[in-house]
């Protein structure tokens, strides 16, 4: 039955997101996001962990916004190559660098959750530790607000 599911998923991604661009925009960010939440329920320290949680539901909220830009940036500008569409004024690539970014954020994110589990709890760095998630995190709703403002005015 898995593999059904999976062959419906596929075909649906393909049907939304294409093969091209905006097809492997929304899978790095997907896989990014995975990857946090992985590093997430590895986390020995279970308050930590629970001090992260509201950071974890907020990027895992944008995952449908990133899938919304990437489907109508497909329906405005289809893509089955590497090459970014032309657009009037390029904005197409600036949308696109926005959705990498944001996948780049992700990784960061991913990677600063991964240090802060190295800390010790009574160590003073932990809070700024900590703070770098927040702040990586941030950035990648940035990212994706300023992909969807550019995708709505071109």
Not at 34 to 41: A, P, S, T, V
Request: glycine content about 6%.
């Amino acid at each position: 039955m898995a593999f059904l599911r999976d062959y419906r998923a596929a075909r649906r991604d393909e049907a939304e997101l294409g093969l091209g661009v905006w097809r492997r925009a929304h899978d790095r960010f997907r896989r990014g996001l995975d990857r946090f939440h992985q590093i997430l329920e590895t986390l020995p320290d279970k308050a930590l962990a629970q001090s992260v949680v509201p950071t974890a539901n907020a990027l895992a909220d944008l995952l449908p916004e990133v899938r919304a830009i990437c489907a109508a940036a497909q329906r405005t500008a289809p893509s089955s190559s590497h090459d970014i569409p032309a657009s009037t004024g390029g904005y197409l690539n600036d949308v696109h660098r926005e959705l990498s970014r944001a996948g780049n954020a992700m990784a960061q994110a991913a990677e600063a959750l991964t240090m802060a589990r190295f800390m010790r709890t009574d160590d003073e760095s932990a809070a700024h530790r900590l703070d770098a998630v927040v702040r990586r995190a941030e950035a990648v709703r940035g990212h994706v607000d300023r992909a969807r403002e550019l995708l709505e005015r071109g």
